[in-house]
DNA sequence: GTCTATATAGGGATAGAC
DNA sequence: GTCTATCCCTATATAGAC
């Protein structure tokens, strides 16, 4: 593996691990045995490393919002559409611990956050407009615009949220985060489903936090 | 004023408008005219500073997040129950923006965060027991436990969301994103309450966004 | 209570040898 | 590509005079 990427990947463990400003270019260096001055002839900056990371993520979540079928997507869709976008986000969650901070440093990286913000936005709401015309679902236009958002905030800091709950005494593994919230974004949904497709989303979950 | 107030007040207005992380002992200490030392002879540390801005807040919010009267709250209840819960997040905003950097400097600042966490998890929870039993909502046990982590989530995070997607270009004013707070927590609330609720509370919703 | 001066430490980043 | 050595800068915090 060359050196390059292997700067990458223990920057992505680290940061994750221990925070983004926690971690600084020396601390990288030591874990991979290797000089400071080694890294920064692969990289610039810091931030460089940064923002390599980011276009990775950005590159797997604009996969993973992706509605690629003509269709209208069905409960089972949703599960897999959600659980693909909590998925990536845990990859690379030191991002969203410090959000504000990061975005702060860096205008590029800002500008492509906001539009992964909106997707998320924009493609919650394709969905639920899908399912409402086909009329699986029962909402009016505003009912949807504020679902979306709520959709987006939840799948924003579902984890952030949970990382502050989660007690040492009462532990849990990584994919039961996930699992939750997927539940929790889906619970959202499911009140403004009519009978039937309701409870198939109750079943879905049931059996996904098992 | 004593200088040990003017410096919490000056720290906060500092932290509020450019980030914990990026204001120094010093930068606050220029902002008053006083020297460093003189900061230092109030306070034992930037930490010092922090935790009694918390405990402002932790009192405010205690106070907040009381549901004082034994009757079944309705819906103009709830309506100033958030907004008093937002305004004060609004105060203290700095807070949010880097949580996870300050709650892992501090261990009692974090043990304490979490009790709020919770304290907004079971207060949502009891109001809409409270809903159901009156029979003015319509929800199951599970419903209600998703509901109110999704409630706590909102309330937490949503200036957060906001300050990402707000744009130069459309500036809205801050009583408008804390408005809008209140309408996205309101509208998690809405698609379980029964005919005439559900209709009052989008009455209200639309009077309050205007 | 307040100031000036300063110690200490750590992070970001570069120069130049190998 | 990689290392060693080092520089610069900034942040926290203290000592001691006034």
Redesign the pocket.
């Known amino acids: 593996m060359?050196?390059?990427d292997r700067i990458l990947q223990t920057s992505l463990q680290l940061f994750n691990e221990h925070g983004e400003p926690r971690i600084?270019?020396?601390?990288i260096a030591d874990e991979l045995?290797?000089?400071?001055?080694?890294l920064?002839?692969?990289f610039?900056?810091?931030?460089d490393i940064i923002w390599l990371l980011f276009q990775q993520f950005e590159r797997q979540m604009d996969a993973a919002l992706q509605v690629p079928e003509r269709r209208v997507p069905n409960m089972e869709d949703m599960w897999l559409y959600l659980h693909l976008a909590f998925e990536n986000i845990w990859e690379y969650r030191f991002f969203y611990r410090d959000l504000d901070n990061i975005l702060s440093r860096n205008k590029k990286l800002r500008t492509h956050f906001r539009r992964i913000i909106e997707r998320k936005v924009n493609t919650a709401t394709a969905i639920c407009t899908g399912l409402a015309e086909a009329g699986i679902m029962n909402a009016t236009h505003d009912d949807i615009a504020a679902l979306a958002r709520n959709i987006a905030v939840i799948a924003t800091y579902w984890l952030n949220f949970q990382s502050i709950r989660a007690s040492a005494a009462n532990p849990r593994n990584d994919s039961d985060h996930l699992a939750l919230g997927v539940y929790q974004v889906l619970s959202l949904v499911a009140p403004f489903l009519k009978g039937e497709a309701r409870e198939l989303l109750q079943q879905i979950s049931r059996e996904y936090l098992k």
Do not use: E
Not at 24 to 27: E, I
Not at 33 to 38: A, E, F, R
Not at 44 to 47: G, I, P, S
């Open positions: 060359k050196t390059r600084t270019t020396n601390h045995d290797i000089s400071p001055g080694n920064y002839y692969h610039r900056n810091k931030d």
